[in-house]
């Protein structure tokens, strides 16, 4: 069956899906080429493994690629630019971007999708053109998942998720 609206079921299941994302409350990543200050608030990837309940083969590929977790009390006092850490349903870790993608209503004029999001404090990166009103957003800062779900509220959001960088094994 090709559908070319979301109905209020299909809304549910993207906010069902984002309550299966669990968060690691007190880890956060610091991308590869951003100062680490503190060596005592990192965090190995045996470590995160064992705090979400999960393989550590997920954190070993992001340390690999160049990531450092730390605790989550370390950036703040560090000042570095931490992301949220989160673990999905099938217990997969995954990083929260500071994007997101969101779904607007195709009776919704550029405006006021800006006006919206804007209300928010996002901006519109990149319309996303294989899907009319479909926008990449940015300014969700470590709040990404916070974002997302008070945008799916909204009646004007078909829906909105949060970008996730996963690691990707090798074949």
Not at 27 to 34: D, E, L
Not at 86 to 104: E, R, W, Y
Not at 134 to 159: E, H, I, P, R, W
């Amino acid at each position: 069956m090709n559908r070319t609206l979301i109905d209020a079921s299909d809304k549910v299941d993207f906010s069902s899906r984002l309550e299966r994302l669990q968060s690691v409350d007190d880890i956060r990543a610091v991308a590869p080429g951003n100062p680490v200050a503190g060596k005592n608030s990192r965090q190995t990837a045996t470590t995160i493994s064992a705090k979400a309940g999960i393989d550590a083969s997920d954190a070993e590929a992001f340390e690999k690629a160049g990531w450092t977790f730390v605790k989550a009390s370390g950036v703040s006092e560090a000042g570095e630019a931490g992301h949220g850490v989160v673990v999905d349903g099938d217990g997969h870790l995954k990083i929260l971007s500071d994007a997101l993608n969101v779904k607007f209503n195709a009776a919704l004029g550029r405006s006021a999708v800006e006006n919206i999001l804007g209300q928010h404090d996002l901006s519109i990166r990149r319309d996303m053109g294989f899907s009319p009103n479909l926008f990449l957003v940015t300014g969700a800062g470590g709040d990404a998942m916070a974002k997302a779900k008070s945008l799916n509220q909204l009646d004007s959001v078909l829906y909105a998720e949060p970008v996730l960088i996963e690691a990707i094994k090798g074949r």
